[in-house]
C-alpha cells in the first residue's frame, strides 16, 4: 500500500517552516525521505527505523511515531535550495524494499 | 565520478521493440534496485539484487521485464515487445546494506539519472 503523503504542494517564502506528512496504512520497519528536483534524480536526506535510529543530514529533522505509522519531515528556515519535490519511501519488512508516496511539491520564493 | 551511473539516458522506441538499459552502480554497494517513475508520482519498485542473486520481482511487472546483475555489479533491465504505457523514467539504485549492533540495518539509496523510455 503507497504511503499517503501531505500536503500534495505547499508554497513557502524563504525563511519559513514547513511540514511534510508520511502516513502509512501498515506497521513500518523505516521511512526515507528524498528529495527531488525537476529533472534530477531522488537524493537522499533521511532514514528513520522503528525503535528511534536515524540517519541523515545535519540541517534536516525527522520524527517516527510507530504507533501511528507516521512520519514528519521539518524544514526550518527554508532557502531556495529546499524547492523541490519530496518523498517518503515505507518499508514494512525490513528488507529495505521501499514503496513511494505520491511526493509532496515545495516550492520556496524569495 | 563514482555516482550511480545509467546507459543510454533518453530511449525513444517504436511499439514492439526490445529495449535494454543498463546500470552502473557505487562500486561496493552489493545492493542494486530498479524503479520506475511517471510523471507526478513516486518511484515505483521493479525489482531488486543482493549481490546477484536477484530477491524480488514486484507482482505488478509484467513478464515482458527482466533483469540481470550477472556479475555482482552492472545490471541489464530488459522491456520485450515494449508497449505504450511502458513510457516512463526507469530510475537505478544502489546501497551498501550495513548490520547494525541489535539486528536492525539500514542503508540510503543513491539514485542514477535514469533513462527515459518513450514508446511510440
Same mark, same amino acid.
Given at each position: 500500500q503507497q504511503p499517503v503523503q501531505s500536503p500534495q504542494a505547499v508554497i513557502l517564502r524563504e525563511g519559513e517552516d514547513a511540514v511534510i506528512n508520511c502516513s502509512s496504512s501498515k506497521a513500518l520497519y523505516s521511512v526515507h525521505w528524498y528529495r527531488q528536483k525537476h529533472g534530477e534524480a531522488p537524493v537522499f536526506l533521511m532514514i528513520l527505523l522503528k525503535g528511534g535510529e536515524q540517519k541523515g543530514h545535519e540541517k534536516i529533522s525527522a520524527s517516527f511515531n510507530e504507533k501511528k505509522q507516521q512520519s514528519s519531515l521539518y524544514l526550518t528556515a527554508s532557502q531556495l535550495s529546499y524547492s523541490g519535490t519530496y518523498f517518503c519511501g515505507t518499508d514494512i519488512f525490513g528488507n529495505?524494499? +521501499?514503496t513511494f508516496g505520491t511526493g509532496t511539491r515545495l516550492t520556496i520564493i524569495p | 565520478d563514482t555516482g550511480v551511473s545509467q546507459d543510454p539516458r533518453h530511449k525513444i522506441t517504436k511499439r514492439g521493440q526490445n529495449v535494454t538499459f543498463r546500470c552502473d552502480p557505487i562500486s561496493e554497494h552489493n545492493r542494486l534496485y530498479w524503479y520506475r517513475q511517471t510523471l507526478g508520482q513516486g518511484p515505483e519498485f521493479l525489482?531488486? @539484487?543482493? /549481490?546477484?542473486a536477484q530477491l524480488e520481482k514486484s507482482r505488478? %511487472? #509484467?513478464d515482458r521485464f527482466s $533483469?540481470?546483475? =550477472?556479475?555482482?555489479? @552492472?545490471?541489464? +533491465?530488459?522491456i520485450q515487445r515494449t508497449e505504450q504505457?511502458?513510457? $516512463?523514467?526507469? +530510475?537505478? $539504485? #544502489?546501497? @551498501?546494506? %550495513?548490520?547494525? $549492533?541489535?539486528?536492525? #540495518?539500514? /542503508?540510503?539509496? @543513491?539514485?542514477? =539519472?535514469?533513462?527515459?523510455?518513450?514508446? +511510440?
Open positions: 529495505e524494499k +521501499l | 525489482t531488486y @539484487f543482493q /549481490n546477484e505488478l %511487472l #509484467s $533483469a540481470e546483475r =550477472p556479475k555482482g555489479s @552492472f545490471s541489464t +533491465l530488459e504505457g511502458d513510457s $516512463a523514467m526507469y +530510475l537505478c $539504485a #544502489s546501497s @551498501f546494506l %550495513l548490520g547494525l $549492533a541489535g539486528g536492525s #540495518s539500514y /542503508n540510503e539509496q @543513491f539514485f542514477g =539519472p535514469g533513462t527515459r523510455l518513450t514508446v +511510440l
